[in-house]
């Protein structure tokens, strides 16, 4: 979660957008270089807290459930103990 300081191309972003950035690495920079396609504008009322705990909580979870477990359409998930916003997404 970062603020855009530089932009090389035309992006949906415009310097000094508040953007989220998905990178294998290299993110505790105080400057990253990455790719356009890995930069998303962060919505005006997500706070930089919700942005940074994105990776955290949903990508584990898409990771675990479509990469791990290979869950496909007609597919069922049994997920044990979900709660706050990980439930509220889910429905």
Same mark, same amino acid.
């Given at each position: 979660? %970062?603020?855009? #300081?530089? @932009?090389?191309? /035309?992006?949906?972003?415009? @310097? !000094?957008? /508040?953007?989220?950035?998905? %990178?294998?690495? !290299?993110?505790?920079?105080? @400057?990253?270089? @990455?790719?356009?396609?890995?930069?998303?504008?962060?919505?005006? %009322?997500?706070?930089? #807290?919700e942005a940074a705990?994105?990776?955290?909580?949903?990508?584990?979870?898409?990771?675990?459930?479509?990469?791990?477990?290979?869950?496909?359409? !007609? #597919?069922s998930v049994l997920? /044990?103990?979900?709660? !706050? #916003?990980?439930?509220? /997404?889910?429905?």
């Amino acid at each position: 979660m %970062s603020i855009l #300081k530089h @932009v090389r191309i /035309h992006l949906i972003a415009a @310097v !000094g957008d /508040h953007v989220i950035i998905l %990178s294998r690495s !290299g993110m505790w920079q105080e @400057v990253v270089f @990455v790719p356009a396609k890995l930069t998303f504008l962060m919505p005006e %009322s997500m706070s930089f #807290k919700e942005a940074a705990a994105l990776p955290i909580n949903y990508l584990t979870a898409y990771m675990m459930l479509f990469e791990m477990a290979n869950v496909r359409p !007609g #597919k069922s998930v049994l997920i /044990h103990m979900a709660a !706050g #916003k990980i439930l509220e /997404h889910m429905q």
